[in-house]
């Protein structure tokens, strides 16, 4: 039987802290509130009283409710005050000197069968535990933030903590009302292991000036269904605490460089620009504190008319391909009221791609979203045709034909024999180069990537990529073209995976690599990222969608093109992909899905 906690003890009463002092408190334990003096006590009350009124006011809390739990709390100055506690858990600064002081403090305070716990988000448990003379009831305990409303705990045993402790805490997760994942003491646990990775990449690619903060943070909101873009989290994180935990992780962690903080984190910590919690950090607060995002100097202007930008017209697009994407991006353009001349390799493929757009539509007209004139109308505005001398009067070309330089450098350089000058050469690749496609015409400046996302009508997101040989001109007629599609338009730089994979897949394979090393499941990593970082599906059940023969192709390119080790495939991705498990389409992937 797991013993039963009836007082609990929690230092550090910052917003972590009084978080998590609420949580206990909730449900019926009594608390002992410590902090290192009256004054820091008092911002510590505060923050309780305000988390707990706010929740009243939401009608999340009954009044009742609200007064009981603040009459179960006990505040105090001092660690004296946690003498008779069953346990302490501790919400001080990540200071490894700091924690190995309180524990040791906590050690000759406490009695001798009570439970000691970090809730540490990167520090070593174990050497945080040597300070004691009790390193077996030593525990991580690591609540997310806001704590009250976060699902997930992470669970960290040390080599020497005691197998009944560990059940003890399991058992107090599950009465608190969380979902808990129990792990060995390694760097960044799951969680942060996972995110901070893909944190620092996207820092890297802001520094590279790769792509603007509003296109890197919209592109992974609207293109992986994100809660928070991964720069204005890092700001809700706060760019200090982001800092400690990654150059903890890169030190403790193997030193593997995707760990390593990017330069421009340091350069802003030393700049004061922390985050909402100073004011400033990628963006620009209302005040210090504040969650309301501000203009500043670097906020995009939004332009009067595009056409002014220097866009063309565009009224008449061509379509080239006949697979799920092509039928898509023939949707939304004829919706949006162009002409559109749909070109596909033969008349049986034309009349295939006719009837997928005509079911499209008409599902659009049974769930309500489409009247059925409307239907008419945008089928009228299409052309079917098997072959490309049908686009020598548009004015862009969308490809969307299969994923094969050759098949593409081909079709482009039949583009440029054919269409009129001036037309805007789009393909969709979601992993080639673009320059090698545009270098196939003789008019590269006209060539841009233009890539939709799977389906097309119901994505928001568009990367439009530019090559070093792309003109102004035809990068403001994608962007114009964009916006008339009511899509957001994201603008980056030709490089592998562009912003969405490139951040997207390297974190995929991080978790295939936490996997193969068995530190955790799949299923406690896919709670990990689910309930811990507010993510839509976990890594193990989107490889498995996704499919983890184009996971590997992906991972394979980023490798190619950027050399760097942290973006070697794991090698468990390759050997299941060699096996046949490809995931859903297979049949079994990280998971069986024969049977469900």
């Known amino acids: 039987m797991a013993r039963e906690f009836t007082s609990v003890g929690v230092v550090g009463l910052g917003t972590m802290g009084a978080g998590i002092v609420e949580v206990f408190a909730r449900n019926g334990l009594d608390v002992v509130a410590v902090e290192i003096s009256e004054a820091a006590l008092e911002r510590g009350r505060a923050n309780l009283t305000g988390s707990t009124d706010r929740a009243v006011a939401k009608g999340k809390l009954a009044e009742a409710d609200r007064d009981a739990l603040l009459g179960r709390v006990n505040f105090q100055v001092g660690l004296d005050a946690l003498h008779s506690v069953d346990l302490v858990i501790e919400a001080v600064p990540e200071h490894l000197d700091l924690k190995q002081r309180l524990f040791a403090e906590l050690d000759r305070v406490c009695k001798p069968e009570a439970i000691l716990a970090t809730n540490t988000s990167s520090l070593s448990v174990t050497e945080i535990s040597v300070a004691t003379t009790r390193p077996d009831q030593v525990i991580g305990i690591h609540f997310f933030n806001p704590a009250p409303v976060m699902k997930l705990v992470e669970v960290i045993r040390t080599v020497v903590t005691s197998a009944e402790v560990v059940a003890d805490v399991e058992a107090l997760c599950a009465r608190l009302g969380k979902v808990d994942v129990t792990i060995n003491d390694r ?11 893909y944190l620092n990449n996207a820092v890297g690619m802001l520094e590279a000036r790769y792509a603007s903060r509003e296109d890197i943070d919209a592109a992974m ?73 501000v203009p500043d ?26 697979g799920t994407m092509a039928t898509g991006i023939i949707e939304v353009f004829a919706k949006a009221g162009y002409e559109v001349v749909s070109v596909t390799r033969g008349v049986e493929k034309s009349a295939k791609v006719c009837e997928a757009v005509k079911t499209s539509l008409n599902k659009g007209v049974v769930q309500g979203k489409l009247s059925e004139a409307d239907r008419d109308a945008t089928l009228g505005r299409v052309t079917w ?33 054919i269409c009129k000058p001036g037309v805007v050469l789009a393909t969709t ?117 996704v499919g983890l023969d184009v996971a590997l192709d992906i991972q394979r390119e980023l490798y190619l093109e950027l050399r760097e080790p942290g973006f070697a495939p794991a090698p468990l991705l390759e050997h299941l992909v060699t096996a046949g498990y490809l995931g859903r389409k297979s049949g079994r992937g990280f998971r069986d899905h024969t049977h469900r």
């Not at 960044?188 to 990775?197: D, M, V």
């Not at 903890?248 to 995707?258: A, I, K, L, N, P």
């Open 297 to 322: 100097e670097l906020t995009p202007m939004a332009t009067e008319s595009a056409l002014a930008d220097g866009a063309r017209a565009i009224t008449k697009v061509g379509v080239v391909g006949s």
């Open 429 to 545: 690749t979601s992993s080639l180069p673009v320059i090698d496609v545009a270098m196939a015409t003789h008019r590269p400046a006209n060539v841009i990537g233009l890539h939709f996302f799977n389906p097309a009508p119901i994505m928001p997101l568009v990367e439009i990529v530019q090559t070093i040989r792309t003109s102004a001109e035809t990068a403001a007629t994608a962007r114009a073209v964009c916006a008339d599609l009511g899509k957001t338009g994201v603008v980056c730089g030709d490089r592998s995976g562009f912003i969405v994979n490139a951040l997207l897949f390297p974190y995929l394979n991080d978790a295939v690599k936490m996997l193969e090393a068995s530190y955790s499941t799949a299923d406690d990593i896919d709670h990990a990222m689910k309930l811990g970082c507010g993510y839509p599906v976990g890594p193990f059940e989107l490889l498995d969608v």
């Open 187 to 197: 760097a960044g646990f799951i969680a942060n292991a996972l995110l901070f990775g």
């Open 385 to 417: 045709s098997a072959t490309l001398e049908r686009l020598d009067d548009v004015d862009l070309v969308v490809e969307a034909v299969v994923e094969e330089l050759s098949v593409k450098k081909a079709l482009f350089a039949s583009l440029d024999e």
């Open 221 to 293: 909101k609207l293109g992986c269904g994100l809660p928070m873009g991964p720069l204005a989290l890092m700001d809700l994180i706060g760019l200090d605490t982001a800092y400690e935990i990654l150059d903890t992780m890169y030190r403790r962690g193997g030193r593997d460089r995707r760990h390593a903080p990017t330069p421009l984190i340091k350069q802003m910590v030393t700049a004061g620009l922390l985050g909402r919690k100073s004011g400033r950090g990628f963006y620009t607060y209302e005040r210090p504190g504040s969650p309301k995002v």
